[in-house]
């Protein structure tokens, strides 16, 4: 088992920033990858961003350029920097962790609320 904790989530203005980290415990030798996804109300979750084990990164389309995904394996644990924030990025993100790198989350975090005021 991996536990997942996420913390920096909060209430921002529009265009303003805020910084998520999670660190990972337990059995972390099956952690390859790390990841973020987002959850908006009324919308399924979709993924944010994607650190693989050799620090590759993936970004979906409309976080490219204001988001940045980072990874310190020495402390077990992930970044997701957001600037240049805007309304639609209001959601709840969760923490992932995958056993290879591109695929699907094995564990997730408990969430934490994002948001942002227009």
């Known amino acids: 088992q991996v536990q997942l904790t996420e913390s920096g989530g909060g209430f921002v203005q529009a265009g303003g920033s805020l910084r998520l980290s999670c660190v990972a415990s337990?059995?972390?030798?099956?952690?390859?990858?790390m990841g973020w996804y987002r959850q908006a109300p009324g919308k399924q979750r979709e993924l944010v961003a994607q650190?693989?084990?050799?620090?590759?990164?993936k970004y979906a389309d409309s976080v490219k350029g204001r988001f940045t995904i980072s990874r310190d394996n020495a402390k077990n644990m992930v970044y997701l920097q957001m600037n240049s924030l805007k309304s639609e990025d209001t959601a709840v993100y969760y923490c992932?962790?995958?056993?290879?790198?591109?695929?699907?989350?094995?564990?997730w975090g408990q969430g934490t609320q994002v948001t942002v005021s227009s």
């Open positions: 650190i693989s084990s050799g620090g590759s990164t």
């Open positions: 337990g059995n972390i030798f099956i952690v390859n990858a």
């Open positions: 992932t962790s995958h056993r290879r790198d591109w695929v699907p989350p094995d564990y």
